[in-house]
């Protein structure tokens, strides 16, 4: 992790990289070494140290984890102008995470990170602009935020941007460019992106529908441990909809999402183990499965189980 946010910190030009190297290399030391030198570095006033000394506490990295002491210690980052402290800072203040949640300190924390050049920042920020959330709502702004984001390779940006699009949110509605978005999204790494791409290809909605391109972009969503993609393929080869039927693959498709906490999906398998339907049939994995989706709030998996529970299965 902390190579990654080396990356973005320094491609971004928010610290100084001959101090942020110095500190990094620090934080890869032994655990209770690095949390003392990361220490006298942040004393010494280094913004950097501060940084990722509060990345150990907040995660419990070496030290007593501790969300207190990382806030204070992100603060003092963001004081010091490692933008990415006030970005984790807008995050803490935003869940109430190790805090009291207070929306208008996450908006201005936001707002620093996306005017410091921290792009998930200004998503970030597009959020609570789209949904009235701590502020009122601007859906201008949110598009002026989500599009910064997306050009700076956000693929959250991209998706939340072809949402406004597609239903016409605070814009001319065009079904084309949402899936030009979405395609973007996808390519930047948001399995939701590749989703609902998958789902405009399957219903023809803003394009020609194309059952073998939307299978295509389900396969990404699902590969990106999206289980509402995963699902959708085990519909597909479950029904022989744009491929060749293949209970097998089916099954095996209900299982990844099932595991991804598609609940529904828990009962599906359950109900193949159950009927032999392209497995051998299994009562006792049926139950299991059941279990699962019950305990997942699913009441037809609830009784399910307990039909096998009175069988003595």
Do not use: W
């Amino acid at each position: 992790m902390i190579k990654k946010l080396i990356g973005i910190l320094l491609f971004m030009n928010i610290v100084d990289a001959s101090n942020f190297h110095k500190e990094s290399k620090l934080y890869n030391e032994g655990n209770k070494i690095k949390a003392e030198r990361l220490g006298k570095s942040c004393d010494g006033g280094r913004s950097s140290g501060c940084y990722l000394l509060g990345i150990m506490y907040a995660n419990g990295d070496g030290v007593k984890q501790d969300k207190r002491k990382a806030l204070t210690l992100y603060r003092k980052a963001c004081d010091g102008g490692t933008i990415g402290g006030c970005f984790i800072l807008g995050r803490m203040y935003d869940k109430g995470d190790g805090v009291k949640q207070d929306k208008r300190k996450a908006l201005a924390l936001y707002k620093k990170s996306c005017d410091g050049s921290i792009s998930i920042g200004c998503y970030d920020l597009g959020m609570m602009y789209i949904n009235g959330d701590g502020v009122k709502q601007d859906k201008g702004k949110a598009k002026k935020l989500f599009r910064e984001s997306c050009d700076a390779g956000i693929g959250s940006g991209c998706c939340d941007l072809g949402i406004m699009y597609e239903n016409g949110e605070g814009v001319r509605q065009d079904k084309r460019k949402a899936l030009r978005l979405y395609k973007k999204a996808c390519d930047s790494n948001s399995p939701k992106g590749c989703l609902i791409a998958g789902v405009m290809y399957m219903k023809g909605k803003g394009v020609r529908q194309d059952k073998r391109k939307a299978l295509m972009f389900y396969k990404k969503a699902c590969d990106g441990n999206d289980a509402v993609g995963c699902s959708s393929i085990g519909f597909l080869y479950d029904d022989g909809d744009g491929v060749r039927q293949d209970k097998r693959k089916a099954l095996m498709f209900y299982k990844k999402a099932c595991y991804g906490g598609a609940i529904l999906n828990c009962s599906l398998v359950g109900l193949k183990y159950a009927n032999g339907d392209g497995v051998k049939q299994d009562k006792r994995m049926a139950k299991e499965f059941f279990g699962k989706a019950c305990d997942g709030g699913d009441n037809n998996g609830c009784k399910n189980y307990r039909i096998l529970n009175e069988q003595g299965i």
